[in-house]
């Protein structure tokens, strides 16, 4: 498209005249047709005005008296039309019948061959104009085309840009939601989610308070990119104090375009650090504030509605895991006090589920709403355009296709993400059905053969206890396909009459256990702890069998009294 000869660019660019375009006399253009006229006067009229003989007639399409000086007439008439368009060829070929006229009607013996000679100029002058505005409509429509391809192709890399924020944002939301519900320890918890936090805004600094309801104060657990006499100097944060404290006061989020001019600022250490752009939002659970999040670069920044979004999105998630933490510490010392732990902690697993669940199935739903919807939204409208849209390039048209392409992946993906925070056959069909759907999505998407085999007269458990064991499962493939290397597992359910086994083997490489299931959050196996967290919640055992080239099996262990 950008290859285009001169010819064209003259004829794109003719018609379109400047606001005050100079008059046409000043053209250049005009000066060369009067003197091609003036020329063809001179060979028309030969006798009359230079008093010599007429040139040698040339036979032209059979009339014996069409010459070369008449011909010499459809040059001007050609050039107008190029250079002014097809007014400019019309007056041409009118000036040329209005000089021709005078030998039809006084000069020529013969008028009839004269009459033919107007009337070939005249019909070749007629096709030569229509020939010059079709080719000159055909180009404006091209580059028209042309336009309306690069206006698109700019809105689709927008519209592709936004996705892919959005999948890093919904990457983001996911592994803070995986961390919370693996874990009880709150430390644990805010340091993936400052981590993550910081890497998906790309921001320098990421805080993380809680609240002591007690002292009525904000405490630093977690913190990314400050010094350690940052966090000494915003010890005993007041609630209503400095910006953390006015969220945790208000429950809105704040946004602080300059840290060390700021009014509300309280500790000098800020100015200290160089922080100077600060995103905050309230840890929130059931609308009380139990902490608060922070981002902050040493930079100016304007921070985007959909950044405020995310944010608060994580805070309200992490509100969650804050307040289930808090309930089953509490569960945990009144049940030891009155020796009825397995009947209280069962109690807190139906709300710890239960919240941790409703957050899931809302993220899950406004996922399936909003995300994959603007997505289908976008593929109806590359389809549209890639059918209206004439004269596209080879080239436009495979990037739209690697641009379907693209957006398929990221639907499914986006799809992938709202089944894994809420699977809904769980709810419909039951856990047997949910676990072997599992090892079907596993096998399918990460190259792992996954068999399901069930042994026994099948046992219903309650909501809770059903979702907490197929989160087991499913956290123990997870770890099979992220970090064994294996390329086959089983997933076992034997119901008898005293309990109910489920088994989670792969051949995979297997790793060295430590001594203690304590020691396990050291070598990192978190997935793990969260697990072994899950389990006696319910009063399930878990045990993990692993030795290096010899895979890992994962059972859980639930007695029939438990359930």
């Known amino acids: 498209m950008n290859n285009r000869s001169e010819v064209e660019e003259l004829l794109l660019a003719s018609p379109q005249k400047p606001d005050r375009a100079p008059p046409f006399w000043r053209s250049k253009h005009f000066w060369a047709i009067v003197i091609l006229f003036i020329i063809g006067i001179l060979l028309h009229y030969p006798q009359q005005i230079l008093r010599i003989s007429s040139p040698t007639a040339l036979t032209f399409i059979g009339s014996q008296g069409f010459s070369a000086e008449r011909i010499f007439f459809l040059i001007p008439i050609f050039y107008a039309g190029f250079a002014f ?53 055909e180009l404006g429509r091209r580059e028209q085309a042309f336009q309306t391809l690069e206006v698109a192709k700019h809105e689709i890399q927008q519209y592709v840009q936004a996705v892919e924020n959005n999948e890093k944002a919904l990457a983001t939301i996911n592994a803070v939601c995986l961390v919370a519900s693996q874990s009880l320890d709150l430390r644990k918890v805010l340091d993936t989610t400052v981590e993550r936090v910081r890497d998906a805004m790309d921001l320098d600094v990421a805080l993380a308070f809680l609240l002591n309801e007690e002292k009525q104060e904000l ?26 404290g006015t969220v945790a006061q208000t429950g809105e989020p704040l946004l602080v375009a300059n840290a060390s001019s700021d009014p509300r600022l309280t500790r000098e250490v800020v100015k200290q650090e160089g922080i100077l752009t600060q995103l905050v939002v309230p840890l929130k659970s059931k609308e009380k504030v139990v902490g608060t999040l922070s981002v902050a670069g040493h930079y100016a920044r304007v921070f ?76 109806h409208n590359i389809d549209r355009f890639s059918s209206t849209a004439d004269f596209l390039p ?56 996954v068999n399901f085999s069930s042994i026994g007269q099948e046992r219903h458990f309650d909501p809770e206890t059903r979702l907490t064991l197929f989160r087991i499962v499913q956290e123990a493939l997870r770890n099979v396909w992220k970090h064994s290397g294996a390329t086959e597992a089983q997933i076992k359910v034997e119901f008898t009459d005293k309990k109910t086994t489920f088994t989670v083997v792969d051949n995979g490489k297997g790793f060295e256990l430590p001594e203690r299931v304590e020691d396990l959050a050291q070598a990192g196996k978190l997935g793990l702890v969260g697990m072994q967290e899950r389990a006696q919640l319910i009063g399930a055992q878990l ?21």
């Open 543 to 563: 045990k993990v069998q692993s030795q290096p080239g010899k895979g890992t099996t994962v059972t859980i262990e639930l007695p029939n009294l438990a359930g």
């Open 219 to 244: 405490e630093l657990i977690a913190y990314r990119g400050v010094s350690l006499e940052f966090v000494w100097g915003l010890q005993g944060l007041k609630v209503g104090e400095g910006f953390n």
């Open 394 to 449: 080879p080239q436009e048209i495979l990037f739209l296709e690697e641009l379907r392409q693209r957006i398929h992946v990221i639907s499914d993906e986006v799809r992938r993400f709202t089944q894994d925070l809420r699977p809904s056959i769980l709810d419909d069909l039951g856990l047997l059905p949910a676990l072997e759907w599992l090892a079907q999505d596993v096998s399918k998407h990460f190259d792992i053969i």
């Open 304 to 379: 985007k509605e959909e950044e405020i979004d995310l944010l608060t999105t994580i805070g309200r998630q992490v509100g969650v895991a804050i307040e289930n933490s808090r309930l089953y510490e509490q569960a945990r010392r009144h049940a030891e006090e009155q020796k009825e732990l397995q009947e209280i902690l069962r109690y807190y697993l139906r709300q710890v589920t239960r919240a941790q669940e409703e957050e899931r199935q809302r993220i899950a739903q406004e996922l399936h709403d909003d995300t994959i919807q603007d997505l289908v939204l976008l593929l």
């Open 85 to 137: 368009g097809l007014i400019g060829g019309v007056v041409s070929l009118l000036s040329s019948v209005i000089i021709m006229l005078p030998r039809v009607t006084i000069v020529s013996s013969d008028r009839a061959d004269a009459v033919l000679d107007i009337a070939v100029i005249t019909a070749i002058g007629v096709m030569l104009n229509l020939w010059l505005e079709g080719h000159r409509r």
